[in-house]
């Protein structure tokens, strides 16, 4: 027999939840043959079974959090291993028992390990049990569909939605002074009301790794948000005369990689923003490299690959890069080096629309930039009103390393390679 246990994924990741399993019990399986699909944190993992046998327990069903360390499957190869002694699985505790069979006649003896049981009580996920006591349903009464008697998701919402078919009888104490058609207008408020239906979906996945991360980062982070806009005509001007050249060598240019490559300029001079808080220590850690985030919407959610050594590389070479993250992104292939090690983070937001915001900054980076919309509007220069385009920009920024002035000079120089284009090509290496 061999255990197959969540490997340990590196980055602080200590948890994966089950996607999909590829098998069931009882099937044959090869070595290296994909028996179970992880999502871990932003990466989707596929796992595969290390030797060559019988699939005999899967332990876990599809929407379970599973820890590093513990057992996703057991596949049985010929051979021995010990199962573990003790095993806590939904409060139920499981002790190892050990089975001696004997052959008199040639005396071979064999060694089994089972798991049993010492308190009966329904087999169902934390999350399960949770979805259960919200729609008021008594968990030990529902039938279980699920791998090794596991109730599902789904048998407690049909379990609930049988209780809720059931004849409802609805009291009306109504005030004598009330007509006839009052009383009937009411009665059938009350009863269009108690037909109002509601649809509950776990939040699990990507969307479940992203609220936690979002609430980590809130919790721990002290946010200030500053607003600046942009002059956009020179920076559009420029982008109009590489459009051409950036076509012929299959490049889609936006404003993109122009606002990393003055945010690389910028956090050289400000590298308090391309920083870290080590907490345990009480330390500032000043990153000597620029590696930028690029904030992505993908179908299961927000992913922010990352483009690595951007001081390093051209604006056709980030925006290659940018395209080609992108697409992974969508494609769920990203891998774990690509999403891990930034140093801080852009989130583009104006292709869609939006004024300004304030976004919230990827922990542990103390430092987030969004870009909003371009849009021409009335501007006054020298004592005139003239038409620009415009473009807010907003920065988060960590205030217990970054003050209020330090973040309004970074986004000033900024805004001033930006508006000035040449001078930011003059200031590239």
């Not at 269009?192 to 721990?220: F, L």
């Not at 420029?238 to 459009?243: A, F, T």
Request: charge should be negative.
């Amino acid at each position: 027999m061999v255990e197959f246990k969540l490997p340990d994924v590196g980055e602080g990741m200590h948890e994966g939840e089950i996607s999909k399993w590829l098998v069931k019990e009882g099937d044959q399986v090869q070595k290296d043959q994909p028996i179970v699909e992880v999502q871990t944190d932003k990466v989707n993992a596929e796992l595969s079974s290390p030797v060559t046998g019988i699939v005999k327990k899967i332990l876990f069903a599809e929407g379970d959090t599973v820890h590093v360390g513990q057992t996703l499957f057991v596949v049985d190869d010929n051979s021995e291993v010990e199962v573990a002694a003790a095993i806590e699985v939904e409060g139920i505790s499981w002790t190892e028992e050990k089975l001696v069979l004997g052959v008199e006649e040639d005396r071979q003896v064999v060694s089994v390990h089972a798991l049993q049981p010492k308190l009966k009580r329904a087999l169902a996920t934390p999350y399960v049990r949770q979805l259960a006591r919200e729609l008021k349903v008594d968990i030990e009464q529902v039938t279980s569909t699920g791998p090794s008697g596991r109730i599902t998701e789904e048998d407690v919402q049909r379990y609930a939605a049988s209780l809720h078919q059931k004849q409802t009888v609805v009291e009306v104490e109504v005030s004598p002074i009330f007509a006839k058609q009052d009383l009937n207008e009411i009665v059938s408020e009350v009863m269009n009301h108690s037909r109002e239906v509601e649809q509950r979906q776990p939040i699990k996945g990507i969307r479940k790794k992203i609220a936690e991360h979002m609430v980590k980062s809130v919790s721990i982070i002290p946010h200030v948000t500053h607003v600046d806009e942009i002059e956009m005509d020179g920076l559009l001007a420029m982008r109009g005369k590489l459009k051409s050249i950036a076509e012929q060598r299959s490049i889609k240019l936006t404003f993109l990689p122009f606002f990393i490559k003055a945010l690389c300029f910028a956090l050289k001079e400000f590298p308090q923003l391309n920083a870290s808080i080590d907490d345990a220590t009480n330390e500032m850690i000043l990153k000597q490299y620029y590696h930028i985030g690029v904030a992505t919407d993908t179908q299961d959610g927000l992913i922010v690959p990352v483009v690595k050594h951007a001081d390093q590389k051209t604006i056709f070479q980030i925006a290659e890069e940018i395209s080609a993250l992108a697409a992974q992104a969508r494609d769920g292939k990203l891998t774990l080096n690509q999403i891990t090690g930034g140093t801080f983070t852009v989130s583009n937001v104006g292709a869609i629309g939006g004024l300004y915001a304030t976004p919230i900054i990827n922990h542990p980076e103390v430092g987030i930039l969004a870009l909003h919309k371009v849009e021409k509007r009335h501007v006054v220069r020298q004592d005139e009103s003239v038409i620009r385009s415009m473009m807010y920009m907003s920065l988060s920024f960590d205030h217990r390393i970054i003050d209020g002035v330090m973040a309004v000079r970074f986004t000033n120089r900024i805004k001033q390679l930006l508006e000035n284009p040449e001078m930011l090509i003059a200031e590239m290496v």
